[in-house]
């Protein structure tokens, strides 16, 4: 890279200069990235414009297309942009112009479209042939003083012509109307707010210039999106991404229940959260619909006309509101987050992100500054006005020397400056005034103009010489842009609510999510799992792999949660619903869980959460687990046997009545209160029963009023009663006695 190569010679080598490939690419990709960042994506944090936007709006200014005009095509604008300021397609400037005028794009639009400008559900607006367009309000306070030398001037992309380098911006556009752009290697993503708050906030902060982000949010809760929803972030969230520019909010869709009568009803959605396009997201639900995700809905209409009206049907009448539209809030666009990155161009030249109370400074700044500029250039124009008002009255004072000079001399004007020791511009402004100007009224309302200007100009004079009047005039005009979007104008009202998400069951929820299908779960001796439709009660016609067996199988619905507890004391969970089908064999359970090569599968039940187990090694140790206890939300699993080989977990029995009885390998049975064994979440267990030698055989929990009950190999019941068991009646981890008569040689208690 670092070395130069020469192009081979022959011809004309006279033009031709060997270049450093890396060099030449740094230095021309940093040259694109600034160009990018600089002036097309980034938003100004003055007037909240990027380049292209700015563009349009001081163009329609310089067409005349004022609030109060007549509209003008589209295409007329875009053609004026593209040839004076904007040397890009005609297409993107049209999409840009576009976008300003969409009220469910912008919260405060700056262009007054007429005609098609597109919809919330994405369609395209018409072509710019078709499309008129002007100024509004808004537009109208962003270039308020532009032509009083407010902001700096530069020239046109073919210097023909000169562009602001940014609007004086009496309105709080950054925030107002948001942006979201992506440059090289930075982005902006910044949502809309209430100007009314806006102005509240920096109003607070002229009084109050080092009030902290906590303060402002106290004035400023949030955003306020053109489409409404409902914001459900905690107040600290959302402090928290003012206070470092970056973050984000969590916006739902608004909803209510519609009464049908009869105890049925229907859900109806009246807002949607911003840019989430309304066609896209019921096609989204119906696919789901089809797909059988929502169980618990029949079918969804759109009925929106002027306003959004999406209709929801519940699949019956029992089904509750706010199970379902948790379940729908969770799969589809009815609930998004709208990224918070304040990164803007702090003084129009720094990309940084800034935190909310820095941009409203910077935003008070500029405006203080634009103040100074149009009282400067007022003061200017004044005394140029005092100069010839001044040169007007010594004319008035000897008309009639004024009259002879001019109708005698050659070359009245230096004989008048010599007489009268006037300027150019006051000798100018009397040999141009006109006959008629010279009645006797003339002069006394140039006196009374005279005086009116002095005074203005002390009072300009004054304003430029103390920052506390600069800043009194700034809080005046903000206050009138709060008047004008105030909160009781159906423009300036709160259009986003906030709201904390409803404590609904998760559980609950999930289930909610899972069309509820009766299977039946097998697994296989070397741990191959599947889940046949419907409830199967002959297992015997299962087909397993050469050399495989069953392991176990029961009845579970798709909604249920599938618990499966290994040899190694380890429990994984698996959704009834996420199970291959029943076709072929299945698949190994180790693809799906992390199961260790030298664990095999125990057992695998359906979870009840009410229910205990009672878990035991080979080597007779063994606690109460709770079931809830047994859930794994993770591949890995949940660790709650400790058991090191040879020792395995071996048995784990569901816990009921108030006893325990023992087998062990040496035929020797123990029972004792079920109150001996503690209850845990994970551990090595205590001992059920002492062995000399060998392990356990069998565990069961029973009720001791009812009595021992086991089945021998012939399927004959024994049952043995409280008085018959005192013999084997012991406490804990003592060796028991030889069972009894009649029990199974298999030293199990189901022979």
């Known amino acids: 890279m670092g070395q130069e190569i020469l192009p081979p010679?022959?011809?004309?080598?006279?033009?031709?200069?060997?270049?450093?490939?890396?060099?030449?690419?740094?230095?021309?990709?940093?040259?694109?990235?600034?160009?990018?960042?600089?002036?097309?994506?980034?938003?100004?944090?003055?007037?909240?414009l990027k380049p292209v936007h700015r563009r349009i709006v001081y163009a329609m200014n310089e067409m005349g297309l004022r609030p109060t005009s007549a509209f003008r095509k589209c295409a007329k604008i875009v053609g004026e942009v593209m040839g004076n300021y904007h040397p890009h397609g005609d297409q993107s400037i049209y999409d840009a112009l576009a976008r300003l005028a969409q009220d469910f794009s912008q919260r405060y639009t700056l262009v007054n479209g007429q005609g098609n400008f597109g919809n919330i559900d994405g369609d395209s607006p018409a072509?710019?042939?078709?499309?008129?367009?002007?100024?509004?309000?808004?537009?109208?306070?962003?270039?308020?003083?532009i032509d009083q030398d407010a902001v700096d001037f530069r020239d046109t992309y073919d210097e023909s012509n000169s562009e602001p380098v940014v609007l004086p911006g009496a309105f709080p556009n950054l925030l107002a109307n948001?942006?979201?752009g992506i440059a090289v290697g930075m982005a902006t993503s910044i949502p809309s707010h209430n100007a009314h708050e806006l102005c509240d906030a920096a109003l607070h902060l002229i009084k109050h210039p080092d009030a902290t982000v906590e303060k402002l949010v106290e004035f400023i809760p949030g955003p306020d999106f053109p489409t409404g929803g409902i914001i459900i972030d905690s107040r600290d969230s959302i402090i928290e991404s003012y206070r470092t520019g970056r973050g984000g909010f969590r916006v739902r869709a608004k909803w209510q229940t519609e009464d049908l009568g009869r105890g049925g009803y229907q859900i109806v959605i009246t807002e949607i959260p911003f840019q989430v396009q309304k066609s896209r997201l019921i096609e989204k639900i119906a696919e789901l619909l089809i797909a059988r995700k929502l169980p618990l809905l029949e079918d969804i209409r759109d009925e929106s006309a002027e306003d959004i009206r999406v209709v929801l049907v519940p699949k019956t009448r029992s089904v509750d509101p706010t199970i379902l539209m948790e379940s729908m809030f969770k799969l589809t666009e009815l609930e998004s987050r709208f990224p918070l990155n304040m990164n803007v161009l702090s003084m129009g030249r720094i990309p940084r992100v800034m935190a909310l109370n820095e941009v409203l400074k910077e935003w008070l700044d500029h405006r203080r500054e634009v103040l100074q500029r149009r009282s400067r250039f007022r003061l200017a124009a004044i005394d140029r006005r005092l100069e010839i008002l001044g040169g007007l009255l010594i004319a008035y004072l000897n008309i009639d020397e004024v009259i002879r000079i001019i109708r005698e001399e050659d070359e009245p004007k230096p004989v008048m400056v010599a007489r009268w020791d006037l300027t150019d511009n006051q000798v100018e402004a009397i040999l141009n005034m006109r006959l008629r100007s010279l009645r006797k009224l003339e002069e006394f309302e140039i006196r009374k103009e005279f005086d009116e200007l002095t005074r203005e100009k002390g009072e300009i004079e004054a304003l430029l010489a103390s920052d506390d009047k600069q800043w009194q005039t700034v809080a005046w005009e903000i206050g009138e842009v709060k008047k004008k979007f105030a909160k009781a104008t159906e423009v300036g009202r709160r259009r986003t609510q906030f709201a904390d998400a409803p404590e609904a069951d998760e559980e609950a929820i999930q289930q909610a999510m899972i069309e509820k299908e009766p299977i039946t779960v097998v697994i296989s001796e070397k741990g191959w799992i599947r889940a046949l439709k419907g409830h199967i009660a002959d297992t015997a016609t299962l087909t397993f792999k050469e050399g495989d067996g069953l392991k176990v199988a029961f009845p579970a619905q798709t909604t249920d949660k599938i618990l499966i507890v290994t040899t190694g004391g380890k429990a994984f969970t698996l959704g009834g619903d996420k199970l291959p089908g029943g076709r072929g064999h299945g698949e190994p359970l180790r693809i799906m869980v992390d199961m260790d090569n030298d664990q095999a599968v125990l057992t695998a039940f359906v979870h009840d959460p009410s229910r205990k187990q009672l878990i035991v090694s080979t080597a007779g140790n063994g606690f109460v687990v709770p079931e809830a206890e047994l859930v794994a939300n993770t591949r890995k699993g949940k660790q709650i046997m400790n058991v090191a080989l040879p020792e395995e977990t071996q048995l784990l029995v569901p816990v009921g009545g108030d006893h325990v009885a023992v087998v062990g390998e040496n035929r020797k049975l123990l029972v004792f209160p079920l109150a001996q064994v503690p209850e845990m979440s994970r551990g090595k267990g205590v001992r059920l029963q002492r062995y000399k030698?060998?392990?356990?055989?069998?565990?069961?929990?029973?009720?001791?009023?009812?009595?021992?009950?086991?089945?021998?190999?012939a399927g004959r019941t024994f049952t043995k009663n409280k008085d018959e068991l005192a013999e084997w009646l012991a406490d804990r981890a003592t060796a028991g006695r030889t069972v009894p008569k009649g029990f199974p040689r298999s030293g199990k208690f189901a022979g």
């Open 693 to 713: 030698d060998g392990g356990i055989s069998d565990v069961r929990c029973f009720a001791i009023a009812d009595g021992l009950i086991w089945e021998d190999s």
């Open 178 to 180: 948001g942006s979201s």
């Open 9 to 48: 010679s022959g011809g004309d080598d006279d033009n031709i200069q060997p270049v450093d490939l890396k060099a030449a690419l740094e230095q021309r990709y940093l040259a694109y990235a600034l160009s990018t960042i600089m002036h097309r994506a980034l938003p100004d944090v003055r007037d909240g």
């Open 127 to 145: 072509a710019m042939r078709y499309t008129e367009s002007k100024m509004t309000a808004v537009s109208e306070l962003l270039l308020e003083g």
